[in-house]
């Protein structure tokens, strides 16, 4: 069982050493919110902040999202765990940050709970992973034999309908949209500013939820995190309604790990599978 209590331990007394040696600006990490299963992303600029920073199951939210919201060679510490880890490999790998900028600090965990609903989400999102891919520090023991299985596992019920029973539940479930862009927001990957949905000149889309126009949206989606879905989960559970967009991204995901044999945010020597050509790289998308 992992020692949650020692994690948050070690997170501020290493939030505190690295504010008071001046090694960064600003620490990333989780301060309570209204209550204990539901706390907040929070930035912790000086050593008298660090005594508000937590950590438990309810801590789902990926710090990553917020890296590239300060300025280059910001020097900034950001707690991760498994699935936040390959987001900064992403971004790293994508040249939005650099990780002589970054101090990692890795979280070692299983058992991460929904702050909506209590239900654990391992083995629905959080890439099925108990340890960071990437740290300069460990908060806790590395995790081993954290289970069997795949993270796309989840993806069975769905892949075992036809195509005119998925295109119904997708269907369905899209109708749902209120356009709110809550999983843009939630996402590390969606950096873009402005967002094509933003964008006036030229108009790319409609931004009020129509049939047409959320479909549009979340395939055009879909397509800019081909290849760089860390498998997070962020998005579904920032979703007020519900929808299940981590099967949707989970789904390409296997599709690109199946192709090109590489996993998004596994390796900060990869490159990312989308600008990357090799001979032995499938051709199948293109018949």
């Keep these: 069982m992992t020692n949650i209590k020692q994690i948050e331990e070690n997170l501020k007394r290493e939030a505190k050493r690295l504010l008071e040696s001046k090694e960064v600006s600003v620490v990333l990490a989780y301060a309570r919110g209204y209550d204990e299963h539901h706390p907040l992303p929070y930035a912790a600029r000086t050593a008298g902040e660090v005594g508000n920073l937590i950590f438990n199951e309810y801590c789902t939210y990926n710090l990553a999202r917020y890296l590239t919201k300060y300025p280059p060679k910001t020097k900034i510490a950001i707690a991760v765990k498994a699935a936040d880890s390959r987001a900064v490999v992403q971004l790293i790998q994508e040249e939005k940050v650099k990780k002589e900028d970054l101090v990692i600090l890795g979280i070692p965990f299983i058992g991460m709970k929904d702050p909506k609903t ?28 954290a289970g069997a299985g795949s993270p796309y596992d989840v993806l069975a019920e769905l892949e075992a309908m036809d195509q005119a029973a998925r295109w119904s539940f997708w269907e369905k479930e899209f109708s749902k949209c209120i356009r709110c862009f809550a999983c843009r927001k939630a996402c590390p990957m ?3 500013d402005p967002c094509f949905m933003d964008a006036s000149r030229p108009r790319w889309a409609d931004k009020s939820p129509t049939a047409d126009g959320n479909l549009m949206y979340h395939l055009t989606r879909f397509y ?16 007020p309604m519900d929808i299940p967009l981590h099967l949707f991204h989970k789904k390409m995901a296997k599709e690109c790990e199946t192709m090109f044999g590489q996993a998004a945010g596994m390796k900060i020597d990869d490159k990312p599978v989308m600008v990357n050509y090799g001979n032995q790289d499938s051709d199948e998308m293109l018949k």
């Design 118 to 145: 209590g239900e654990e989400i391992d083995q629905k999102t959080t890439c099925h992973m108990a340890n960071p891919v990437l740290y300069d520090i460990l908060l806790g023991e590395e995790i081993r034999d």
């Design 190 to 192: 969606c950096y873009c």
């Design 224 to 239: 800019h995190l081909a290849g760089r879905c860390i498998d997070c989960g962020e998005c579904s559970r920032a979703c």
